[in-house]
């Protein structure tokens, strides 16, 4: 997992440009972008819990916050996560499990490499039980969702 502000960490051969008009940041340079879809998110909501054995992912939140929770797929407890702010940009490796959790309503827009969009959408898609949440980071998810949650016997420790 790598991160980095899209308006701060700009390393070449990335650059931002920028005049009396305001800013232009690269966000890629000769990257292998496939497949690019804008994700709008409410409040509460939970994504994810799944893995890619192939695709990377790139993360940029546009709008909002988003719990980044993620762990190797062969260690699941070992669990960590991180808040992204707009601007952030996350990039998700093959086998890392990630969910994604909204603290408030939230858009982000990701670029992928590898199987991802239309008939591909599932095809290098490997769901997993869900990652087991701090009561910190539980709190972040909505009534709904827990309700959904409990329906499917998803239990938390």
């Known amino acids: ?9 700009v390393k070449e051969p990335l650059e931002i440009y920028e005049d009396n008009r305001g800013a232009i940041a690269d966000i890629f340079y000769k990257e292998n ?9 409410k409040k509460g909501v ?5 893995y890619h054995k192939e ?16 762990a190797p797929s062969d260690d699941p407890k070992n669990v960590k996560h991180v808040l992204m702010k707009e601007g952030n940009i ?7 499990i990630h969910t ?13 490499s590898g199987l991802r969009g239309g008939k591909d959408y599932e095809e290098d898609t490997y769901r ?5 949440l ?6 972040l998810v909505s009534e709904d969702e827990k309700l959904i949650r409990e329906k499917h016997e998803i239990k938390k420790i």
């Open 55 to 70: 695709t990377t992912q790139h993360i940029l939140i546009t709008r909002g916050t988003m719990e980044y929770v993620y």
């Open 100 to 112: 994604l959790l909204f603290p408030e309503d939230n858009e982000f827009v990701v670029f992928s």
């Open 1 to 9: 997992m790598i991160i980095k502000n899209v308006w701060k960490d």
């Open 90 to 96: 996350i990039s998700t490796p093959p086998f890392e």
């Open 128 to 132: 997993v039980e869900p990652l087991i």
């Open 134 to 139: 701090s009561e910190e980071l539980d709190s």
């Open 33 to 41: 972008i496939e497949h690019v879809a804008i994700i709008k998110s």
């Open 46 to 50: 939970r994504r994810g819990d799944h």
